[in-house]
């Protein structure tokens, strides 16, 4: 009886979802507020390899969206820092934290109005190996990993309040 009972008490809890108010942060498609907010973005220079990788990886994911006529300038300013960690008695440092920090503005082009002025960040641990080219490898890898998080961080936030 117990196991007939939990499909018909999923379902009427998913049922109760629908009148919550909730709406998927996507919804329509490319027609939708977000994708259309979104596809009117054009992303500002950043300066340093950081930049480079952050903006393309911001421009690999609102080409997504479509093209639009561009409304609004995101403007990000990064602040990269590599720490260690773990340290041996011989002050030989055998783990690393790179913390990738990003300050973005979301800027309506025609009249430079600041519509969004935001932080934030994320870090990775590295091991510091004994081959100084497999710690620069993962150190750059880190950063990779880094600015995808941050641009997808970021987009989120922007079509987040393009709901609004």
């Known amino acids: 009886m117990r196991r007939a009972a939990l499909p018909a008490l999923s379902l009427a809890l998913l049922a109760s979802l629908s009148g919550c108010g909730l709406q998927p942060l996507y919804g329509g498609g490319r027609n939708g507020a977000a994708a259309k907010a979104l596809a009117g973005i054009k ?8 930049g480079w990788l952050m903006r393309n990886a911001l421009n ?3 080409a997504s969206m479509g093209q ?5 300038t995101l403007k990000v ?3 990269d820092k590599i720490e260690g960690l773990g340290v041996r008695a011989d002050d ?3 783990r690393e934290r790179r913390t990738l920090r990003a300050r973005y503005q979301l800027i309506d082009s025609t009249d430079g109005a600041t519509l969004l002025d935001e932080t934030t960040g994320w870090d990775a641990g590295i091991d510091v190996t004994s081959s100084e080219y497999a710690t620069v490898a993962a150190e750059d890898t880190a950063l990779e990993r880094l600015t995808e ?3 997808d961080r970021i987009l ?5 309040g393009a709901q609004n």
């Not at 639009?68 to 609004?72: D, E, H, L, V």
Request: proline share 7%; no cysteine; charged share 20%.
């Open 43 to 50: 992303v500002a220079p950043i300066t340093g390899k950081q």
């Open 60 to 62: 690999d994911r609102l």
């Open 68 to 72: 639009g006529t561009p409304r609004y």
């Open 77 to 79: 300013q990064l602040d």
């Open 92 to 94: 030989t440092v055998t």
């Open 149 to 151: 998080i941050i641009a």
């Open 156 to 160: 989120a936030r922007v079509a987040l």
